[in-house]
């Protein structure tokens, strides 16, 4: 049964500013549904494609803004300001709630045109601007965090998924204006262990959106090499490209890849919990620019062991020989020792799979991050 209502807050108007439908609907609807329970009037000021009932199913409202997220151009992204600031006005929001970098500048740019003090922004990972590590990666971050602070207010507060991603624009993870939650969090109910398929050979699993800023070459090589010495290893790929992502793999490169022995490109699946049955591994070879990856909470409730890079949000939810294994970002070898070791322990799989369940449990639900949201927001709108 779900919590009564805060009569302190209840009917006040919360409004979710985020740039895809598909993205609001993965993530992030647990937190519409702590606005409800909390009493709060719920908008989601989105793209609207494929994902309008799911959103609505909360009890929010949907209200279309067409954004581009690949666009930089700042005229349209002044533009789409404009119209989310008379968005803003018309629905007399209290809160407003911006999720991830592009929803941060044009939400938070529209919130001061609307006169909406109270704003929560929600850096979910900084993306390739993250993942890279060249000068151009380092100006990116600089930038990003002059315009986001330059966005702020005294009642502007901030959420993350990992400790790390406050320290890049220049915030203290303890800080009084940060809140850190467990990513998306999972319904450990929805995602239960089940047996570990037979082994050998060792059946590896990348679940993602097909980007370069994964690692999902890195993935492939690492298990070109392990096979080639031997390792009874079979790597499938789970996820599409992302047209509106300038890091997304060609489909022509996907199905080179899938040609080869042992590697399986099966494209998006709407069914996670069928993977982890079929698998024993769950491997997120990231280049960085991770909030607290999504896949690897699905996996971990799943009870499946995970071999990931040493990037923020990744190395947030794994410790290194207790979950999994971690092995240094960009470097194929080192991850393909690190499932060759896997391969030849199934005893050790299973072990970190027991403990990946058990880490989830720990902190990383559903229900830890509505609560944590939920007091967010009642702190916010009785201050």
């Not at 954004?67 to 809160?95: F, H, T, V």
């Not at 850096?123 to 390739?128: A, N, Q, S, V, W």
């Not at 090589?221 to 010495?229: D, S, Y």
């Not at 599409?240 to 490109?265: F, M, Q, R, V, Y």
Request: proline share 6%; aromatic share 4%.
């Amino acid at each position: 049964m779900s919590p009564l209502p805060s009569a302190d807050v209840q009917g006040r108007k919360l409004v979710f500013v985020v740039t895809e439908d598909w993205f609001f609907a993965s993530h992030f609807l647990p937190m519409a549904r702590a606005a409800r329970e909390l009493g709060l009037e719920v908008t989601v000021v989105t793209r609207v494609r494929a994902h309008r009932e799911a959103i609505e199913a909360t009890g929010a409202r949907v209200v279309p803004l067409e954004a581009e997220r690949r666009s930089l151009n700042p005229m349209a992204a002044g533009y789409a300001a404009g119209q989310l600031a008379a968005i803003l006005k018309d629905e007399k929001a209290d809160l407003v709630h911006c999720i991830a970098l592009k929803g941060i500048l044009t939400g938070g740019f529209a919130a001061a045109m609307a006169g909406v003090g109270r704003r929560v922004y929600a850096l979910t990972g900084l993306g390739f601007l993250g993942a890279r590590t060249d000068m151009t990666g380092r100006l990116a971050r600089r930038a990003v965090r002059l315009l986001v602070r330059g966005l702020e207010t005294s009642r502007t507060r901030y959420l993350f998924e990992n400790t790390d991603d406050p320290r890049l624009i220049g915030l203290d993870p303890a800080g009084a204006n940060v809140t850190i939650v467990g990513g998306a969090g999972i319904d450990p109910e929805a995602l239960t262990p089940s047996p570990l398929p037979s082994h050998p050979p060792l059946k590896v699993a990348v679940v993602a959106r097909m980007l370069w800023s994964k690692g999902i070459d890195l993935a492939v090589e690492a298990v070109r090499q392990a096979r080639a010495k031997g390792a009874a290893i079979e790597l499938s790929l789970y996820g599409a490209p992302d047209p509106s992502n300038p890091k997304a793999i060609p489909e022509a490169t996907l199905k080179e890849w899938s040609a080869e022995p042992g590697i399986a490109w099966h494209g998006a699946t709407r069914d996670v919990a069928a993977v982890w049955r079929e698998h024993h591994v769950a491997c997120l070879p990231s280049r960085g620019g991770e909030g607290l990856p999504r896949t690897l909470l699905e996996a971990a409730a799943c009870g499946r062991a995970i071999v990931t890079s040493d990037v923020p949000g990744c190395r947030t939810l794994v410790r290194h020989d207790v979950e999994g294994l971690i092995v240094p970002p960009d470097d194929a070898a080192s991850l393909g020792k690190a499932l060759a070791a896997l391969a030849d322990d199934p005893q050790r799989v299973a072990r970190m799979g027991e403990a990946a369940r058990a880490r989830v449990l720990d902190g990383f639900t559903e229900r830890d991050v509505m609560e944590a949201v939920k007091g967010l927001y009642a702190s916010m709108l009785t201050s």
